[in-house]
Protein backbone atom coordinates (compact mmCIF):
# COMPACT_ATOMS: atom_id res chain seq x y z
CA UNK A 1 0.00 0.00 0.00
CA UNK A 2 2.56 2.70 1.07
CA UNK A 3 4.41 1.70 -2.66
CA UNK A 4 0.96 2.57 -4.25
CA UNK A 5 0.38 5.80 -2.16
CA UNK A 6 4.08 6.64 -3.04
CA UNK A 7 3.60 5.90 -6.77
CA UNK A 8 0.06 8.39 -7.10
CA UNK A 9 2.23 10.91 -4.90
CA UNK A 10 4.99 11.67 -7.27
CA UNK A 11 2.19 11.09 -10.21
CA UNK A 12 0.82 14.12 -8.52
CA UNK A 13 3.56 16.35 -7.88
CA UNK A 14 4.21 15.76 -11.43
CA UNK A 15 1.06 16.94 -12.59
CA UNK A 16 1.25 19.91 -10.78
CA UNK A 17 4.70 20.87 -12.36
CA UNK A 18 3.33 20.21 -15.81
CA UNK A 19 0.46 22.29 -15.14
CA UNK A 20 2.50 24.84 -14.35
CA UNK A 21 4.46 24.75 -17.15
CA UNK A 22 1.86 24.12 -19.95
CA UNK A 23 -1.70 25.19 -18.11
CA UNK A 24 -4.06 22.55 -17.62
CA UNK A 25 -7.09 23.78 -19.22
CA UNK A 26 -8.88 21.13 -21.55
CA UNK A 27 -7.99 21.43 -24.86
CA UNK A 28 -10.46 21.02 -28.00
CA UNK A 29 -7.38 20.90 -30.53
CA UNK A 30 -7.39 18.09 -32.72
CA UNK A 31 -3.82 16.55 -33.62
CA UNK A 32 -3.25 16.36 -37.52
CA UNK A 33 0.01 13.67 -37.61
CA UNK A 34 0.84 15.26 -40.67
CA UNK A 35 1.45 18.00 -38.85
CA UNK A 36 4.93 18.19 -36.87
CA UNK A 37 4.72 19.95 -33.29
CA UNK A 38 7.39 21.32 -31.44
CA UNK A 39 7.72 19.47 -27.71
CA UNK A 40 6.29 21.76 -25.70
CA UNK A 41 3.28 21.22 -27.78
CA UNK A 42 3.65 17.65 -28.14
CA UNK A 43 3.82 17.07 -24.28
CA UNK A 44 0.92 19.82 -23.83
CA UNK A 45 -1.43 18.36 -26.08
CA UNK A 46 -0.84 14.53 -24.89
CA UNK A 47 -1.27 16.03 -21.24
CA UNK A 48 -4.21 18.01 -21.88
CA UNK A 49 -6.12 14.78 -23.17
CA UNK A 50 -4.58 12.35 -20.89
CA UNK A 51 -4.78 13.66 -17.27
CA UNK A 52 -9.17 14.18 -17.55
CA UNK A 53 -9.56 10.84 -19.15
CA UNK A 54 -7.35 9.47 -16.46
CA UNK A 55 -9.38 11.39 -13.67
CA UNK A 56 -12.68 10.46 -15.14
CA UNK A 57 -11.56 6.92 -15.30
CA UNK A 58 -10.22 6.44 -11.75
CA UNK A 59 -13.57 8.38 -10.38
CA UNK A 60 -15.47 5.38 -11.65
CA UNK A 61 -16.34 2.95 -8.72
CA UNK A 62 -16.02 -0.29 -10.84
CA UNK A 63 -12.31 0.22 -12.41
CA UNK A 64 -10.15 -2.28 -10.08
CA UNK A 65 -6.47 -1.83 -9.16
CA UNK A 66 -5.34 -3.49 -11.77
CA UNK A 67 -7.05 -1.34 -14.25
CA UNK A 68 -5.72 1.77 -12.99
CA UNK A 69 -2.16 0.88 -12.58
CA UNK A 70 -2.13 -0.70 -16.51
CA UNK A 71 -3.52 2.90 -17.44
CA UNK A 72 -0.92 4.88 -16.00
CA UNK A 73 1.91 2.39 -16.14
CA UNK A 74 4.89 4.44 -17.25
CA UNK A 75 3.44 8.27 -16.74
CA UNK A 76 5.50 8.62 -13.52
CA UNK A 77 8.78 8.60 -15.34
CA UNK A 78 7.22 10.05 -18.51
CA UNK A 79 5.84 13.29 -17.03
CA UNK A 80 9.22 13.54 -15.00
CA UNK A 81 10.64 14.27 -18.80
CA UNK A 82 8.78 17.01 -19.61
CA UNK A 83 11.48 19.18 -19.45
CA UNK A 84 13.60 17.23 -22.34
CA UNK A 85 13.96 19.39 -25.33
CA UNK A 86 14.00 22.67 -23.40
CA UNK A 87 16.60 25.29 -22.26
CA UNK A 88 16.10 24.80 -18.58
CA UNK A 89 16.33 20.87 -18.93
CA UNK A 90 19.20 20.33 -16.93
CA UNK A 91 17.92 22.45 -13.86
CA UNK A 92 14.61 21.05 -14.38
CA UNK A 93 15.49 17.51 -13.84
CA UNK A 94 18.28 18.25 -11.40
CA UNK A 95 15.43 19.53 -8.95
CA UNK A 96 13.03 16.57 -9.65
CA UNK A 97 15.26 13.54 -10.09
CA UNK A 98 17.51 14.78 -6.77
CA UNK A 99 13.96 14.87 -4.97
CA UNK A 100 13.67 11.22 -6.09
CA UNK A 101 17.41 10.68 -4.91
CA UNK A 102 19.38 10.05 -8.17
CA UNK A 103 22.99 11.65 -8.04
CA UNK A 104 25.32 13.22 -10.36
CA UNK A 105 22.54 14.17 -12.86
CA UNK A 106 23.96 15.17 -16.72
CA UNK A 107 21.42 15.84 -19.49
CA UNK A 108 22.40 16.28 -23.12
CA UNK A 109 20.92 16.14 -26.44
CA UNK A 110 21.81 14.71 -30.53
CA UNK A 111 19.81 15.50 -32.48
CA UNK A 112 15.92 14.24 -32.46
CA UNK A 113 17.06 12.27 -29.12
CA UNK A 114 17.47 13.51 -25.05
CA UNK A 115 19.42 11.42 -22.91
CA UNK A 116 19.85 11.55 -19.30
CA UNK A 117 22.23 9.73 -16.96
CA UNK A 118 22.72 9.94 -12.91
CA UNK A 119 23.57 7.04 -10.45
CA UNK A 120 20.96 5.49 -8.36
CA UNK A 121 21.91 3.95 -5.28
CA UNK A 122 24.62 1.37 -6.67
CA UNK A 123 22.97 1.54 -10.68
CA UNK A 124 23.67 4.05 -13.39
CA UNK A 125 20.73 5.05 -14.79
CA UNK A 126 20.22 6.22 -18.84
CA UNK A 127 17.20 7.60 -20.42
CA UNK A 128 16.77 8.22 -23.49
CA UNK A 129 13.68 10.10 -25.45
CA UNK A 130 13.44 10.11 -29.22
CA UNK A 131 10.61 12.56 -30.38
CA UNK A 132 9.58 12.79 -33.87
CA UNK A 133 7.01 12.76 -36.09
CA UNK A 134 4.21 13.08 -33.57
CA UNK A 135 5.14 10.21 -31.30
CA UNK A 136 7.82 9.36 -28.82
CA UNK A 137 9.66 6.99 -27.16
CA UNK A 138 11.45 6.54 -23.95
CA UNK A 139 13.49 4.03 -22.91
CA UNK A 140 15.08 2.70 -19.25
CA UNK A 141 18.51 1.50 -18.82
CA UNK A 142 20.27 0.20 -15.89
CA UNK A 143 23.72 -0.64 -16.04
CA UNK A 144 23.56 -0.78 -19.15
CA UNK A 145 20.56 -3.57 -19.48
CA UNK A 146 17.25 -2.31 -21.02
CA UNK A 147 14.39 -2.69 -18.32
CA UNK A 148 11.57 -0.55 -19.84
CA UNK A 149 10.22 0.92 -22.90
CA UNK A 150 7.31 3.47 -23.37
CA UNK A 151 6.21 5.06 -26.74
CA UNK A 152 3.22 7.53 -27.55
CA UNK A 153 1.76 9.00 -30.21
CA UNK A 154 -1.33 12.02 -31.21
CA UNK A 155 -3.07 11.41 -34.02
CA UNK A 156 -6.20 13.53 -35.51
CA UNK A 157 -8.62 11.32 -33.35
CA UNK A 158 -6.71 9.53 -30.65
CA UNK A 159 -3.90 9.32 -28.61
CA UNK A 160 -2.52 5.98 -27.95
CA UNK A 161 0.43 4.53 -25.48
CA UNK A 162 2.68 1.40 -25.17
CA UNK A 163 4.16 -0.02 -22.11
CA UNK A 164 6.50 -2.72 -21.72
CA UNK A 165 9.06 -3.95 -19.36
CA UNK A 166 10.52 -7.56 -18.27
CA UNK A 167 6.75 -8.65 -16.60
CA UNK A 168 4.51 -7.28 -19.02
CA UNK A 169 2.84 -5.12 -21.77
CA UNK A 170 0.17 -2.12 -21.42
CA UNK A 171 -1.36 -0.44 -24.02
CA UNK A 172 -4.34 2.18 -24.11
CA UNK A 173 -6.16 4.32 -26.63
CA UNK A 174 -8.02 7.51 -25.75
CA UNK A 175 -10.62 8.20 -28.70
CA UNK A 176 -11.96 11.79 -29.10
CA UNK A 177 -15.33 10.76 -28.62
CA UNK A 178 -13.99 10.03 -25.35
CA UNK A 179 -13.91 5.79 -25.23
CA UNK A 180 -10.93 4.45 -23.80
CA UNK A 181 -9.45 0.99 -24.74
CA UNK A 182 -6.73 -0.86 -22.12
CA UNK A 183 -4.98 -3.92 -22.63
CA UNK A 184 -2.53 -5.92 -20.61
CA UNK A 185 0.01 -8.72 -22.12
CA UNK A 186 3.12 -10.90 -20.67
CA UNK A 187 6.16 -8.73 -21.19
CA UNK A 188 8.06 -8.99 -24.49
CA UNK A 189 11.30 -10.22 -23.81
CA UNK A 190 13.07 -7.66 -26.92
CA UNK A 191 10.92 -4.89 -25.82
CA UNK A 192 10.46 -4.07 -29.10
CA UNK A 193 6.40 -2.91 -29.26
CA UNK A 194 6.99 0.99 -30.30
CA UNK A 195 4.85 3.30 -32.08
CA UNK A 196 7.06 5.72 -32.58
CA UNK A 197 7.20 6.98 -36.61
CA UNK A 198 3.85 4.38 -36.48
CA UNK A 199 1.44 6.35 -34.64
CA UNK A 200 -1.55 4.29 -37.20
CA UNK A 201 -1.21 0.89 -35.89
CA UNK A 202 -2.88 2.26 -33.17
CA UNK A 203 -5.95 3.80 -34.87
CA UNK A 204 -8.22 0.11 -34.63
CA UNK A 205 -9.09 -1.03 -31.27
CA UNK A 206 -7.85 -4.48 -32.50
CA UNK A 207 -4.45 -2.71 -30.93
CA UNK A 208 -5.72 -3.38 -27.81
CA UNK A 209 -8.47 -6.49 -27.77
CA UNK A 210 -6.13 -8.70 -28.93
CA UNK A 211 -4.48 -8.85 -25.43
CA UNK A 212 -4.50 -11.07 -23.00
CA UNK A 213 -6.30 -8.75 -20.56
CA UNK A 214 -8.32 -5.76 -21.76
CA UNK A 215 -10.60 -3.11 -20.35
CA UNK A 216 -13.36 -1.00 -22.30
CA UNK A 217 -14.99 2.23 -21.66
CA UNK A 218 -17.43 2.87 -24.40
CA UNK A 219 -19.86 5.01 -24.90
CA UNK A 220 -19.95 5.22 -20.72
CA UNK A 221 -20.01 1.98 -20.05
CA UNK A 222 -17.13 -0.28 -18.68
CA UNK A 223 -16.49 -3.95 -20.16
CA UNK A 224 -13.84 -6.56 -19.24
CA UNK A 225 -12.28 -9.32 -21.55
CA UNK A 226 -9.78 -11.91 -19.50
CA UNK A 227 -7.69 -10.52 -17.07
CA UNK A 228 -5.45 -7.49 -16.18
CA UNK A 229 -3.41 -9.47 -13.82
Request: net charge negative.
Amino acid sequence: MKIITRFFSIFIICILLISSMFGCESSDQQVDDTNLMDWKQFFATYSQTYNPAFQSFIENNDINMNSRLAFSSGEVTFAMCYAFFTKDAQQDLTEIFSYLGYENIEYFEEGDTAYFVADYDDLKIKYEMIYRNNSAQLTYFADGVLLEKMSVCLCDSYIAKTYTDTKYECRYVIYGNGDIYIGKDKGKDDLKISLLNNQKKAKSPSFITNMAGVCKYVSGELSFDGILA
